[in-house]
């Protein structure tokens, strides 16, 4: 921090040169150099007014991503890479493990994010206090019953946020809609997967419930023909956990772990136990397996953003159909 060219851009509020700069330090692994360079953007804002917040955030998320962990855990923090290109415990979690980052962890709602985020990715996680379990209240080990889920990539200066491989759907000519119910607990759950597509960004979200079939339910949101494809429990659960992790076009990302969240919710909110937070697992996992789960899609590919899914209860003779989209 001592480089006249590094103090001139932060009183010059640069931010290309700080930008090279940021890029220089991780080439020469110089971490706690760059520590330092995000505490004087900071502080070049409470000082001088300079907007260098967009360094800030570059710093963290280099570090989170390609420090060694006693730097990557310390950025685990409220507030920390609010302009990065991802949530810095998903972008920490793509790198270390959480053995590696648990013992320099601070017992932040982000460090248990990270941890969950490693859960995610195949990793148990032994809870051995290190880990606030309320932040999602998951089991801190994937179930037989899960998928593999889809995985961010992270890199210097670009991210990849790959979707669940698509089926093969064939067109279905749907029979009328069935009848409507009123239906707040598994209705508002498929919506939540997509909040931050309407909230944040472009998107728009349908959902219909119906004591019906759930080619019925895809007929209630107004479709005759569509894209059909019958699929396993863990690809609808792929899907739902995706669209629960993303930002859509222009909204914040939330993670996969988040997403994993958002799934598991819809499944308990189908089951019946909302009340009864944190569900049995190997009760939800019976209830995934128990229904029949629909990939649908209007007959015209979506563009963007899209989440088409149908579920029917062949128990309560019930199904729901969410229909979310969001472009660019």
């Known amino acids: 921090m001592t480089s006249p060219s590094i103090a001139e851009a932060l009183t010059a509020g640069d931010l290309d040169e700080l930008s090279r700069w940021v890029d220089r330090l991780c080439e020469v692994r110089d971490w706690d150099g760059l520590s330092a360079l995000r505490d004087a953007s900071r502080d070049a804002f409470a000082r001088r007014g300079h907007q260098l917040w967009p360094i800030a955030s570059q710093t963290e998320y280099r570090l989170a991503l390609q420090a060694p962990a006693p730097w990557a855990a310390a950025v685990l923090v ?56 309320s932040v999602l209240e998951l089991p801190l080990a994937l179930q037989r019953w899960e998928p593999r889920y889809a995985l961010a990539t992270y890199r210097s200066h670009r991210a990849e946020f790959p979707a669940p491989a698509a089926s093969s759907a064939t067109p279905l000519r749907l029979p009328p809609a069935g009848p409507g119910f009123d239906d707040p607990e598994v209705s508002g759950a498929l919506r939540a997967l997509v909040e931050r597509w309407v909230v944040e960004s472009n998107g728009v979200v349908r959902v219909a419930a119906v004591e019906a079939t759930a080619e019925e339910a895809v007929a209630a949101l107004g479709h005759q023909e569509v894209a059909w494809a019958e699929v396993e429990a863990t690809e609808a ?51 995934a397996a128990g229904v029949r ?24 003779h019930r199904a729901w159909a969410v229909s979310a989209t969001d472009q660019a």
């Open 78 to 133: 409220e507030g920390a890479g609010r302009f990065a290109l991802g949530p810095l415990p998903e972008v920490a979690a793509s790198t270390h493990t959480w053995e590696e980052l648990a013992p320099h962890a601070a017992g932040t709602p982000a460090a248990a994010l990270a941890a969950h985020e490693r859960v995610v990715r195949g990793e148990v996680v032994v809870d051995d206090g290190r880990v606030d379990t």
């Open 293 to 316: 789960w629909v990939r649908w899609h209007p007959l015209t590919s979506p563009v963007g953003w899209s989440l088409h899914l149908a579920v029917e209860d062949p128990r309560t």
């Open 237 to 287: 659960l792929a899907d739902m956990a995706w669209a629960g992790a993303s930002g859509g076009a222009h909204g914040r990302r939330l993670g996969a772990a988040t997403g994993r969240f958002g799934a598991w919710w819809a499944l308990a909110a189908l089951a019946g136990v909302l009340d009864d937070w944190p569900p049995a697992p190997d009760h939800l996992g019976d209830v």
